[in-house]
Every structure is written in structure tokens, then in C-alpha cells.
């Protein structure tokens, strides 16, 4: 197992445009987040699913991102019309909730740039 | 909700002293919490966690933390700073493992020759 991966690691955007990044969590982790972090901060939790469902977004969360996981298994994240103050490293983690090993598994992050 | 309020958002300390970082948490339930350590352009690493039972945890690289219920607290630990711990430490929370994992806005640990 390779552990959380994210496609793209960078992304260069011009302001209006929409984007989509992806994330592979750990096989048979059921559970996914998304989280963001700007420089100098903490990751600020976005949304989290658990499989196929969402089960909480964050009331910060922009109208424009939007989060899916269709399968339980990979998940998008998109955000239309971005503005510059979405720029930020968009982190994914996984963890196997149903066990006591609950403890998220990061990936090493979307890094997005909006110009 | 629950929130973790980790104190100073940087922290120096001389190579070979004692490593201390603050973390306290607000929980309406018992908390899951936990360390996480990330390096210059790395991701985030578990150091450590504490979940149910013993309340010092033992983490990797020499660090430990101790859960206190009175305190509220889970404070970090490190008995002789390496230089190789310079890096930023968040502390976070969770009302048990159904629930979402809540970070800090982290320390960053700066280690003096």
C-alpha cells in the first residue's frame, strides 16, 4: 500500500475558472476528509465522508466547493469560480474508523495557486 | 463543539532541553487526541495519540504526551531537543472515532545550536 495519494501536487489557476483534484485513500479505509491549509496554519476541515456518504461540511465552506466520494472509494474535490483567497494546500486523509486505530493518514497534499 | 487552543505559535529551545508544547482541548465527550508533526514540505505524520486508558502516551522519536482530564490538557513532550525536531507540531481532537479530527493552528518548534 502507498498510502493517501493526491493528483494533482500543483495547480495554477487564473481567478473564475473551476477546478477538480483528486484523492486515493488507503485501500479499505472507510473513512475521508478534506481539509485546507494556508501558511502558518492549522489544516482547517472542510468535509468528510464515511464510504459513499457525506456525513458533515464545514458551515465556513464556500457554496462553491463541493466534495463526492461515488464509490466509497476515491474522491473529488471541486471548486468553481476560484478566487484568490482559495489558494491553499488541499489535504486529504484517510483512517479505518471502524477499528481503534482511528487516527488519520495524510497525503501529501494539492498545492493551489489562483492568479 | 470541540476546539484545541495549542499555546505559542513558536517555541524555541536549545539543542539537548527539555521540549514542551502546550495543547488544550474543549470536548463535550471524552476525546480522542493526538500529536502530528509535519516537516518542511512533507505531509502531516502521526506522532502520537491517545485514545482510552493509559494517559501517557508514548510516541515516536522520543516524544511523549500526557492526557489530563482536570486539565483539559495534552501537552507534548520531549526530555533532549535534536535538531532534527525542528518542525511544526499540531495538536487535535475528536469526540471519539465516529467523529471528525479537529487540528490546531500548530507550533512551530525552532531547536538553537
Known amino acids: 500500500d502507498t498510502g493517501v495519494s493526491q493528483d494533482p501536487r500543483h495547480k495554477i489557476t487564473k481567478r473564475g475558472q473551476n477546478v477538480t483534484f483528486r484523492c486515493d485513500p488507503i485501500s479499505e479505509h472507510n473513512r475521508l476528509y478534506w481539509y485546507r491549509q494556508t501558511l502558518g496554519q492549522g489544516p482547517e476541515f472542510l468535509t468528510y465522508f464515511q464510504n459513499e456518504a457525506q456525513l458533515e461540511k464545514s458551515r465556513l465552506l464556500s457554496d462553491r466547493f463541493s466534495a463526492e466520494r461515488p464509490k466509497g472509494s476515491f474522491s473529488t474535490l471541486e471548486i468553481q469560480r476560484t478566487e484568490q483567497g482559495d489558494s491553499a494546500m488541499y489535504l486529504c486523509a484517510s483512517s479505518p474508523s471502524a477499528t481503534a486505530n482511528t487516527e488519520a493518514f495524510f497525503g501529501q497534499g494539492t498545492r493551489l495557486t489562483v492568479v | 463543539a470541540q476546539s484545541v487552543t495549542q499555546l505559542g505559535s513558536h517555541v524555541s529551545v536549545s539543542e539537548g532541553a527539555l521540549v514542551l508544547l502546550r495543547c488544550n482541548y474543549s470536548s463535550s465527550v471524552p476525546p480522542y487526541l493526538f500529536w502530528y508533526v509535519q516537516y518542511p514540505n512533507q505531509g502531516l505524520q502521526l506522532l502520537l495519540k491517545?485514545?482510552?486508558?493509559?494517559?501517557l502516551v508514548k510516541g515516536i522519536n522520543g516524544f511523549e504526551a500526557e492526557f489530563k482530564k482536570s486539565e483539559t490538557s495534552f501537552h507534548l513532550t520531549k526530555p533532549s531537543a535534536h535538531m532534527s525536531d525542528a518542525a511544526e507540531y499540531f495538536c487535535a481532537v475528536s469526540h471519539g472515532r465516529d467523529d471528525k479530527i479537529i487540528f490546531g493552528k500548530g507550533t512551530r518548534l525552532h531547536i538553537l545550536p
Open positions: 491517545y485514545t482510552t486508558g493509559a494517559t
